[in-house]
């Protein structure tokens, strides 16, 4: 049961226009959304978090947008840079039972010149 | 901003062997570390979740006794895979979670690329 989706596997976008990156998830528990960008062979940087309580963060070029009732959270990139091309991980967090991240399967993002 | 960094970043070691991989949270203190694998083309796979002076808990399938995790301190955590085997081969990353001014933070190792021949 994937309780994190991301439904698109790849997104591309022009130098200096908004990437969009959508994550669904299904456990209305969850208290945490963290987004990661991740290169092959390198651990995962974290980006920005948002807590369950709010629906909208913004640091520098990132904002994260919590829609609680409908599951959904997005990763908005303003103004796209051909370095921000990486995967993208949504992952939640749940305060009891284990409490590790569970991640989405990715979105590559490519951001042309 | 907090680091996490891993050591060795990448081993070669023969089969039978053990190999310690170190994970320290720098300028950040870590309440809880956790050990990934990552197999190619495939998200991360969670191994074990460790609080600090407290014995790992690990995840369905992993063996415990192959995979030794020590949590000293905030931040320090070690994995040892025992008795290593061919089939152990992977990138294993470590994440240390805590919160800071931004909120709840969790952050990612460079990573440790295990080959086993």
């Known amino acids: 049961d994937q309780q994190v989706k991301q439904n698109s596997p790849s997104l591309s976008v022009q130098e200096g226009r908004i990437s969009i990156l959508n994550c669904d998830y299904t456990?209305?528990?969850?208290?945490?959304f963290l987004w990661y960008k991740k290169y092959p062979a390198e651990g995962p940087t974290f980006l920005i978090s948002?807590?369950?309580?709010?629906d909208k963060n913004e640091d520098g070029r990132f904002t994260v947008f919590l829609n609680k009732s409908a599951k959904h959270l997005s990763l908005h990139i303003v103004p796209s840079q051909p370095g921000d091309s990486a995967v993208y991980f949504c992952?939640?967090?749940?305060?009891?039972?284990?409490?590790?991240?569970?991640f989405g399967s990715g979105t590559r993002l490519q951001v042309q010149p | 901003g907090a680091v996490v960094s891993q050591h060795p970043s990448w081993v070669i070691c023969k089969s039978g062997t053990s190999v310690k991989i170190e994970c320290r949270s720098l300028?950040?203190?870590?309440?809880?570390m956790f050990w990934y694998r990552q197999f190619p083309k495939q998200s991360l796979m969670l191994m074990a979740t460790?609080?600090?002076?407290?014995?790992?808990?690990?995840e369905q399938g992993v063996e415990k006794d192959k995979f030794l995790i020590n949590h000293a301190s905030l931040t320090l955590s070690t994995l040892t895979v025992t008795s290593a085997h061919p089939e152990d081969s992977s990138f294993y990353i470590c994440?240390?979670?805590?919160?800071?001014?931004?909120?709840?933070?969790?952050?990612f190792g460079p990573g440790t690329r295990l080959t086993v021949l």
């Open positions: 994440s240390a979670r805590g919160t800071s001014g931004r909120g709840l933070v969790q952050f």
């Open positions: 456990n209305s528990m969850f208290d945490y």
């Open positions: 948002i807590s369950s309580i709010k």
């Open positions: 992952a939640a967090y749940l305060h009891t039972g284990r409490r590790a991240l569970t």
């Open positions: 300028d950040f203190q870590a309440t809880t």
């Open positions: 460790s609080n600090e002076g407290s014995k790992a808990t690990y």
